[in-house]
């Protein structure tokens, strides 16, 4: 009977999206055709998960479907599916590959590219209802329908930290299966190097999990590649004793920019026989209005002391704002929001060895870039600095698989353009700018040879190519772990959204 109702659910979405008379209903702005295959995959779910499966004309249809950060992933799926377990997960995926039907998942929704975590006429899985955990002694399960919030606060009270998300409002799933940019990297590596076990949903329906000793090619074939291989129900994670963090904010004037990208250079190189863990969320903005240039630091280290040691190099600069603090990680991370569609943001990353002029140079060059963007409403440009210190590298080789990643033993500092704006009509002009500006940039530095080719997925533009940038022997390998796990290419050829190995 479910079933049923929902073929004729179906059936008027697909009249609506043809129907003039509808075009302005914002419930089908953009349309979609209903493909045989969708019709497929939809109905089934609906006939076995009736009650886990959102049509457009369902009551909290629209809440879900929005459930992501970049506005420019306002799309209209066929049907909305929201397994509440890995078996219901299983059955779905089954279904999804019997039908042949093209779906989208989404765990944090953070990802900022059209399709990323969204899809038109398609079947999107959301995995919010997935939010189980339990603690151990040294690790932490963790369901994909969690954020690093809630991880967090589920491991304050044992005085543990996890290594993931920066941000409050960060998916686990995505950011772990891309690799995972943390404060203390320096130590402890990426989130992919501090995953123990992951419990995976390959793209027949069969549930496996993964580890050192169990589908090892999977085990490593997830650290960092993505999407490609199957859907994580559960995440093992490696914690950390951390009864307590110092943290700093501090803010500087364009007077000062030169210096802090020499101290996020010095920090960088940092090398110590017995490292402390830290790192930070470094930034610089433009207003491109008032021509106001302000850097900043928000930084965290293992400890308690106050200011935060490894950030002298940050306290020495004069600037407007010092503020150091004791605290947990909970505390810190609460009001570290990043609101979901607060503007259309694009993104463009790229690797340069330690460097401080030349880093100076980029960031001129960006800031000279977005005075051609200043007409653009709502323009909201930002210049990122993440650093990969040698501990990062060194941390993911020493594990029991090591990462797809296989990086140079060497420092590297990865640049960012963050761009966000209003309009979608100014989508095209300011993809392109950041596009054609951070690759003319990245050329230079080739010709300079300070370029690396590493290109981190979490920061990337949907134009670039970030599998191409790993290792020849990794990316073959990669691909004959896929044609084993994944023989019909269900997580290549169906599933739409993050980055994608090529055929």
Not at 104 to 124: E, K
Not at 427 to 435: G, L, N, Q
Request: proline letters at 5%; one cysteine or more; charged letters at 20%.
């Amino acid at each position: 009977m479910a079933g049923r109702f929902f073929a004729l659910a179906l059936a008027s979405v697909a009249l609506a999206s043809s129907s003039p008379s509808n075009a302005s209903n914002s419930l089908w702005q953009g349309g979609f055709h209903l493909t045989s295959e969708v019709a497929c995959a939809c109905q089934q779910l609906s006939k076995i998960h009736s009650a886990e499966v959102l049509s457009p004309s369902s009551a909290n249809y629209s809440e879900e479907r929005i459930r992501f950060w970049d506005i420019r992933s306002d799309l209209h799926p066929a049907c909305i599916f929201q397994p509440s377990n890995a078996d219901e997960v299983a059955e779905g995926v089954k279904i999804l590959s019997e039908c042949n039907a093209p779906f989208a998942i989404r765990g944090g929704g953070h990802m900022n590219f059209p399709g990323s975590n969204n899809i038109d006429g398609g079947v999107l899985v959301t995995l919010n209802k997935l939010r189980d955990y339990k603690v151990h002694k040294d690790t932490i399960e963790v369901g994909p329908g969690m954020k690093w919030i809630d991880v967090i606060r589920a491991l304050e009270p044992h005085h543990r930290a996890a290594i993931g998300g920066r941000l409050k409002t960060i998916g686990v799933p995505g950011l772990t299966l891309i690799g995972g940019v943390h404060y203390f990297i320096n130590k402890y590596g990426f989130a992919m190097d501090n995953v123990e076990r992951y419990d995976v949903v390959l793209g027949n329906g069969t549930q496996v999990i993964a580890d050192s000793s169990t589908n090892c090619d999977l085990f490593w074939a997830l650290k960092g590649g993505a999407n490609n291989f199957g859907l994580v129900t559960k995440f093992t994670l490696k914690t950390h004793h951390m009864p307590k963090v110092s943290t700093t904010i501090q803010t500087f004037n364009e007077s000062g920019v030169y210096d802090f990208i020499d101290a996020a250079v010095a920090m960088s190189r940092l090398d110590e026989p017995h490292t402390i863990a830290a790192g930070g969320i470094l930034t610089l903005q433009y207003n491109a209005t008032t021509k106001v240039v302000s850097a900043s630091i928000m930084g965290v280290q293992e400890g308690v002391s106050k200011p935060p040691s490894q950030f002298a190099n940050f306290t020495a600069i004069d600037g407007p704002i010092k503020m150091h603090n004791v605290t947990t990680m909970r505390q810190w991370t609460e009001d570290k929001e990043t609101p979901n569609q607060m503007f259309r943001i694009a993104f463009a990353k790229h690797s340069i060895i330690p460097d401080t002029d030349r880093l100076y140079e980029i960031y001129q060059a960006w800031k000279k870039g977005i005075d051609t963007l200043s007409d653009v409403q709502g323009i909201h440009p930002t210049f990122v600095i993440n650093l990969c210190p040698i501990g990062a590298v060194r941390a993911g080789r020493n594990t029991s698989v090591g990462n797809t990643w296989d990086l140079p033993l060497e420092p590297t500092v990865w640049w960012q353009f963050s761009t966000g704006w209003d309009l979608a009509q100014d989508d095209i002009r300011v993809t392109t700018w950041s596009r054609q500006l951070s690759e003319s940039l990245h050329e230079e530095n080739r010709q300079l040879s300070l370029a690396r080719e590493h290109v981190y997925m979490g920061d990337a533009g949907e134009w670039q190519d970030a599998f191409a940038t790993f290792p020849k022997k990794n990316i073959q390998r990669l691909k004959e772990i896929r044609a084993a796990v994944d023989p019909k290419g269900v997580f290549s050829r169906l599933n739409y959204g993050g980055f994608k190995l090529a055929p």
